[in-house]
Structure formats: structure tokens, C-alpha cells
């Protein structure tokens, strides 16, 4: 079973875009699949047709000790994804989550629970690094960091870096990055040409090599609750996202983690096997590492 977090500590990021419509690729892909939505907003949940009525258990209870992970597991329209709802409704509730994820093994405990089950978990995670982001990121083999072309995209980025050495030393020694993704992505704009500068210079080794373009039927396929490959199969937006779930799973297959039926070994994912060593944040100005290239 391989965990990919998607975190990045700022909203508007493109988290639970990439989350749900990577997690649906996977299992169009045929990979069992399970989404679990961290986020207390809920949007995953949305983004997959669920409405608050639907959802009468979810992740609030695995972390609340009432329920095993097993047992808030939901059924989507493709066959092989499953989805775990935030179930949070009051502030109350929210508060207490928070409480209830400072114990950061929680998570990695919960997923024990379902290992033989899944090829892929994908975790939508909060806009925020602390509670249930480093819960997730504790119970991860890898993080995918969605980020648009903007300096404080950037500024995000560099705080989770620096975020991720600090789990690697305190918490989770194999956790990496399996990539910086690129979203909203329009090609041609000054914007994208400095932020791609930015990234080439700082964090080149990390950055996957495609991008995911600005377009329109991924928000439209959130509103109707649909993952972009069923809504709109031909549609820029969901063939990129299927482009990136084809390359993690070339990836993990060229590893030798995921067999032609699903992940084999899951005992051996770790940093060393990617063999990356998280980054030192950069300390100067953007501007300075700043190349003549264009991405
Ligand atoms: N590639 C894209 N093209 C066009 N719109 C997009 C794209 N990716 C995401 N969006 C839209 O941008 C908005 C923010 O995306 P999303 O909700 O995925 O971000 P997020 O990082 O999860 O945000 P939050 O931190 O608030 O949970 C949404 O309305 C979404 O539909
Ligand atoms: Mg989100």
C-alpha cells in the first residue's frame, strides 16, 4: 500500500482537486484505491457527489476511537475508489479533532486496519501544517505539494519543506517527496515563467515533469460532483491528472513496489529508495536564484 499525502500549508492550492481526481485516475487505472478527506471543510466529499445527510460516520470517529477505519470506508461510482468522509459539523466537533491529532500516530495506526486492502491512499489534506496534516504526514510514504504559480505558492512551499525535514527527524525518517505539482498552470504568462525559473533553480529534483493546466472542467466536474474523468473523459484537465497517476504508478512499478496487480511490497517504501534527501529551505530572496529559462 503506498499513503501519498497532498498538503501544501495555503488555501486555493489545488489540494482536493489533485487529491480526488489523482485518486480517480488511479482506480480507473484499476488500483484500489482509497481517498480519505482530512480536511474539515469537507470538499472532498463534495467534489464526489456526497452531501453532509450521507455521511453519517467518517474520519471524526476513527480519531474519536468510536470507529475502526473500516468501518467509515463509502463506496464511490468507480469500482475500485473508495472514500473516507470528514464528518465534522460543529465547531465543537473541529476543536476536538484538533485535540484528538496531537497524538500524530493516529492516523498511521488506523491505516494498519486496511493494508491488505488498497493499493493507493490519497489524503486530501487541510490548508494548515499542524493536527491532522501532521497526522497524515506521519502515516505517509510520500507527499504530492500542488502549488499554483505565485510567490506565495512559493513561500508555502518552503515552509512545508522545512516542515517535512522536521517529521523526517521527529516522526516518519521515510517519508518524501514524490513530487511538487504544478496546478492551474497556464503557459505563456510572466507569472508562470518566474515561478518555473523559481522552482528549476531550488527544488528541480522534486518537480514532477508535468503540469496540470488551467481548466475549467475540473471546477465544473467539483460542482456536479464528479471526478473530471466522468464528467468530461476528453477534457485537458482530466487527462493531465491522468497523465500523473500513470506516472506514479510507472514509477512504482519501475521500483519494484507495485506489481502488474497492485503494490507488492509495501514494506519497502521509503526516502532511501527514491534517494532524496529533503532540501535546506533556501534562505536568500527568490529573486536571486532567479535562471534565464522558462518552464
Ligand atoms: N487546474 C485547475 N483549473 C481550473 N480550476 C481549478 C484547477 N484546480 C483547481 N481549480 C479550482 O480552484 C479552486 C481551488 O482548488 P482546490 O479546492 O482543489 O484547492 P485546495 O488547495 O484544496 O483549497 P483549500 O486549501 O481551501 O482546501 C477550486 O474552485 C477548484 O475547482
Ligand atoms: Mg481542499
Known amino acids: 500500500m503506498h499513503v501519498i499525502s497532498v498538503a501544501i500549508p495555503k488555501g486555493g492550492e489545488g489540494k482536493t482537486t489533485t487529491s480526488v481526481n489523482l485518486a480517480a485516475s488511479l482506480a480507473a487505472a484499476e488500483r484500489r484505491t482509497l481517498l480519505i478527506d482530512a480536511d474539515t471543510l469537507g470538499a472532498s466529499g463534495i467534489s464526489l457527489g456526497y452531501t453532509a445527510d450521507q455521511v453519517k460516520s467518517g474520519l471524526y470517529d476513527v480519531f474519536n476511537y468510536t470507529h475502526s477505519l473500516n468501518r467509515v470506508i463509502y463506496k464511490t461510482e468507480l469500482t475500485y475508489l473508495d472514500f473516507v468522509p470528514s464528518n465534522i459539523s460543529t465547531v465543537q466537533m473541529e476543536e476536538r479533532l484538533l485535540r484528538l491529532s496531537e497524538n500524530r500516530t493516529v492516523m498511521r495506526i488506523a491505516l494498519r486496519d486496511i493494508e491488505q486492502q488498497y493499493d493507493y491512499v490519497i489524503i486530501d489534506c487541510p490548508p494548515t501544517l499542524r493536527g491532522i496534516t501532521t497526522n497524515a504526514l506521519c502515516a505517509s510514504d510520500s507527499v504530492i505539494i500542488p502549488m499554483r504559480a505565485s510567490h506565495f505558492s512559493l513561500d508555502a512551499l518552503m515552509r512545508i519543506m522545512r516542515y517535512l525535514k522536521w517529521i523526517r527527524e521527529v516522526a516518519n525518517p521515510q517519508i518524501y517527496v514524490e513530487g511538487i505539482l504544478l496546478t492551474m498552470f497556464e503557459p505563456n504568462t510572466k507569472i508562470a515563467e518566474i515561478t518555473g525559473r523559481e522552482l528549476r533553480a531550488r527544488y528541480s529534483k522534486f518537480l514532477f515533469k508535468m503540469v496540470i493546466p488551467k481548466n475549467s472542467t475540473l471546477a465544473e466536474a467539483a460542482f456536479y460532483g464528479r471526478p473530471a474523468l466522468l464528467y468530461n473523459i476528453n477534457s ?60
Not at 497492485?262 to 536571486?288: Q, V
Open 236 to 295: 485537458k484537465g482530466a487527462q493531465a491528472y491522468f497523465e500523473l497517476a500513470t506516472e506514479i504508478v510507472a514509477r512504482d512499478t519501475a521500483s519494484g513496489k507495485l506489481s502488474q496487480d497492485g503494490i507488492r511490497d509495501a514494506a519497502s517504501f521509503g526516502g532511501e529508495a527514491r534517494g532524496e534527501e529533503m532540501p535546506d529551505p533556501p534562505r536568500g530572496k527568490s529573486r536571486d536564484l532567479a535562471g534565464p529559462d522558462s518552464i
